[in-house]
């Protein structure tokens, strides 16, 4: 992911990765809030599972950023965990509108 300008070389590696990381980040926000009204802290396994099996995915993808990519995924999903439990302190503390449907 280099191009060439007047001699001189660009290497896109660390935008693309900056940029994926951007939006991934952004991406988890909303995933938690959702998973939290649906499911409540009880879908945390979920997020261990897929943070593992994206971590393990990453040891054998051999282009450096996207494995580099699928491992902030990964870690995105580890994060996720915390922010679970987080997000249902902020429901309790009303910042966040509780599911009515959901036993609390």
């Keep these: 992911m280099e191009l060439e300008i007047g001699g001189t070389i660009l290497s ?5 990765t900056g940029l994926a990381t951007f939006i991934i980040i ?9 998973a939290e009204y649906y499911f ?5 396994w979920v ?3 897929s943070g593992i099996a994206f971590a393990v995915l990453s040891l054998f993808i051999e282009n450096s950023v996207a494995s ?3 491992g902030v995924v990964a870690f995105s999903c580890l994060w996720s ?4 439990f ?5 429901v309790e503390k009303g910042w966040f509108p509780a599911n009515p ?3 609390r």
Excluded: N
């Excluded at 952004?26 to 959702?34: L, N, Q, R, S, Y």
């Excluded at 409540?40 to 945390?44: N, V």
């Design 12 to 16: 896109f590696g660390g935008i693309i």
């Design 26 to 34: 952004g991406g988890f926000h909303p995933i938690v809030i959702k």
């Design 40 to 44: 409540g802290t009880r879908c945390w």
């Design 47 to 49: 997020f261990l599972v």
């Design 68 to 70: 580099t990519i699928v």
């Design 81 to 84: 965990i915390l922010e679970l």
């Design 86 to 90: 987080e997000q249902k302190k902020r």
């Design 101 to 103: 449907k959901k036993k």
